[in-house]
């Protein structure tokens, strides 16, 4: 985001270009954002994304080269998704949990206007609030999730990979836990021990463990110990 004139920067990515230009002669209607790029398939997509690191984008479900979710999946950082698609259905079939907003085609005015009003509260936040809502995008089986940090309560190590403790799911993420902790906001987040990560806000209880140690009770009953020298940062990270 440009925060000198709180400008959102996005990228539009479609494979048509008469729907290219369309949306982006809409968004012309809102001085809050300016778009910096356009993709008409997946990998130029990626590149583009991955390159110009946007406040925001416009992602058409189906491209050339794949679909919007081999997109999300190989991006470094996902930044605040709108989905564009002529099926509505396909628009949420993928999604058991859906945190992010989306648009059918043709985009109707209002309906953009709705949408760019909502965003603006939340790209306009604080950079710590940003952080935590800036979603993960993870693909298991079937189903896909765009998970708010925030609302992630645990993340354990399973081999080279992780899963992901948010609400009543725990899906797979294929990549290692270290990985994952450098997407993270460090504030908010604490390695306990060379499985576990947790987020602070769902600790439910501190208690005292073997060898001057700590053992973290969270919501969902999950509890995690923490070495006796883990326990020293936790301590200074909550300020016991």
Same mark, same amino acid.
């Given at each position: 985001m440009d925060r000198e004139h709180g400008m959102m920067e996005a990228v539009i990515v479609e494979d048509s270009e008469l729907a290219r230009f369309e949306l982006e002669h809409q968004l012309r209607n809102h001085p809050g954002v300016t778009v910096v790029g356009h993709a008409g398939d997946v990998e130029a997509a990626i590149a583009l994304i991955e390159s110009s690191a946007p406040d925001l984008v416009f992602l058409d479900i189906d491209l050339p080269g794949g679909n919007a979710f081999d997109v999300l999946e190989r991006l470094t950082r996902v930044p605040r998704i709108v989905f564009t698609t002529a099926f509505d259905a396909h628009a949420l079939k993928a999604f058991a949990y859906n945190t992010v907003d989306y648009l059918l085609k043709p985009i109707e005015p209002q309906r953009l206007a709705q949408t760019m009003g909502k965003l603006a509260g939340v790209l306009s936040a604080t950079p710590a609030r940003r952080a935590m809502d800036s979603p993960?995008? &993870?693909? +298991? $089986? +079937?189903?896909?999730?765009?998970?708010k940090p925030r609302d992630v #309560?645990? &993340?354990? =190590?399973? $081999?080279?990979? *992780? #899963?992901?403790?948010? %609400?009543? %799911? *725990?899906?797979?993420l294929y990549r290692p836990l270290g990985a994952i902790e450098a997407q993270l906001p460090p504030e908010r987040f604490f390695r306990a021990n060379r499985q576990h990560i947790v987020n602070l806000d769902h600790?439910? %209880?501190? =208690?005292?463990w073997s060898n001057g140690g700590l053992m973290l009770t969270l919501r969902g009953g999950f509890e995690i110990e923490v070495s006796r020298r883990q326990g020293v940062r936790f301590r200074d990270a909550l300020s016991l």
């Open positions: 993960l995008f &993870i693909k +298991d $089986g +079937d189903h896909c999730f765009l998970v #309560r645990l &993340i354990e =190590a399973v $081999g080279n990979y *992780s #899963r992901v403790h948010f %609400q009543n %799911q *725990s899906p797979l600790v439910e %209880q501190v =208690a005292p």
